[in-house]
T-cell receptor, first 119, second 114 residues
Framework: DTEVTQTPKHLVMGMTNKKSLKCEQH?????MYWYKQKAKKPPELMFV???????INESVPSRFSPECPNSSLLNLHLHALQPEDSALYLC??????????????????FGEGSRLTVL | QQQVKQSPQSLIVQKGGISIINCAYE??????FPWYQQFPGKGPALLIA?????SEKKEGRFTISFNKSAKQFSLHIMDSQPGDSATYFC?????????????FGKGTKLTVNP
């Protein structure tokens, strides 16, 4: 079982709704990520939080709003989405240290994802 | 330069056979090369990973071969089993602007026939 927990597993929303995806990890990891994955495609990076601060935003539309309330939680707030935003949204976490400490930067631990359908 | 090229797109092997998936990259700043396995409806799971100072890494039936000069790496699955049927993603990681970024290949759908 994954140690990154995502809720809800499935979400159906209309284009005018406001909803949130939630992610939680208790591995003490200090970097957390949101990825979007369309069918038969690789995950695409959306946001990276490092030590609870947003460090990477891959030019994601403002209808997606991330939030990192503390080191264990990551939220993705959704508002006025489009049908093409329907996808599997994956949360991941990784150990985070300064360069040169020997910690692998690519060790991402993924949750099982939230399947989003926008009608 | 940020791309990781993966082939083949799909692969069918018989039980007990060897599955081989290849990846290539351009960016020499990449310093970590993981492979992820993804089953339908699940998130990707880290399978095995290698750093460029090592030419080969083996974990059970899974082996990564790494050719730094050619900027290529591959995953070999020995004695392939039906339970190995999944999509496999190679990836490459590098620190950029103080945060790590992971770039995925496009994936290979592996089917192992009984």
């Amino acid at each position: 079982d994954t140690e990154v927990t995502q809720t809800p597993k499935h979400l159906v929303m209309g284009m005018t709704n406001k909803k949130s995806l939630k992610c939680e990890q208790h591995m003490g990891h200090r970097a957390m990520y949101w990825y979007k994955q369309k069918a038969k495609k690789p995950p695409e990076l959306m946001f990276v939080y490092s030590y609870e601060k947003l460090s990477i935003n891959e030019s994601v539309p403002s209808r997606f709003s991330p939030e990192c309330p503390n080191s264990s939680l990551l939220n993705l707030h959704l508002h006025a989405l489009q049908p093409e935003d329907s996808a599997l949204y994956l949360c991941a976490s990784s150990p985070r240290t300064l360069a040169g400490t020997g910690v692998s930067v690519g060790e991402l631990f993924f949750g099982e994802g939230s399947r989003l359908t926008v009608l | 330069q940020q791309q990781v090229k993966q082939s083949p797109q799909s692969l069918i092997v018989q039980k007990g056979g060897i599955s081989i998936i290849n990846c290539a990259y351009e960016n020499t700043a990449f310093d970590y090369f993981p492979w992820y396995q993804q089953f339908p409806g699940k998130g990707p799971a880290l399978l095995i990973a290698i750093r460029p100072d090592v030419s080969e890494k083996k974990e059970g039936r899974f082996t990564i071969s790494f050719n730094k000069s050619a900027k290529q790496f591959s995953l070999h699955i020995m004695d392939s089993q039906p339970g190995d049927s999944a999509t496999y993603f190679c990836a490459a990681a590098a620190l950029q602007g103080g945060s790590e970024k992971l770039v995925f290949g496009k994936g290979t759908k592996l089917t192992v026939n009984p």
